[in-house]
């Protein structure tokens, strides 16, 4: 089923701020959480520490009537710089890799593209882009090719 989420970036402390959330919503993490040091070996990107590999890649907990926060470390090591109006992505997911292709090309058209639409280690048809007005989009898509 399709959904809508939000995504939140932060600079070093995602657990922290998600154990706040948890009690504030009385919910549970929708799976574990996912750390960095989950991820397979990427060409061409230095090998972790093991504090780096603790870093948390995805958290996800649901909210109220379906809503969905999402969350990662965005560590400056992988490229990223987090300040206050780019830690937050709206994250599409939708049920066909054709919607996905389509919102995609549409949202990034005179914007900037991130991350090329392309399948990840996790499973998921996976892309990112900044729109024209400067709004963040991830899009990931359960299926398959």
Partial sequence: MASVSVYLN???NTEEAFLFYKEVFKTEFVGPIGR???MPPQEGMPE???EQKNGVMHVELP?????????????EYMGFK?????????????????????????????GEVTM???DMFWGDY????????????????????
């Avoid at 909210?63 to 560590?75: N, S, Y």
């Avoid at 830690?87 to 005179?110: C, Q």
């Avoid at 882009?129 to 898509?141: A, H, L």
């Fill in 126 to 145: 996976f892309g990112s882009c900044t729109d024209k007005f400067g709004v963040q989009w991830m899009f990931n898509c359960s299926e398959k090719a």
């Fill in 48 to 50: 972790l520490t093991e």
């Fill in 82 to 110: 987090v300040n206050k109006g780019n830690n937050v992505h709206i994250n599409l997911m939708p049920d066909s890799r054709i919607e996905t292709k389509r919102l995609f090309d549409e949202l990034s058209a005179g």
């Fill in 36 to 38: 960095f040091g989950d």
């Fill in 10 to 12: 932060f600079q070093d």
């Fill in 63 to 75: 909210l109220i009537a379906g809503f969905k926060l999402m969350g990662t470390d965005a560590p």
């Fill in 116 to 118: 090329e639409l392309q």
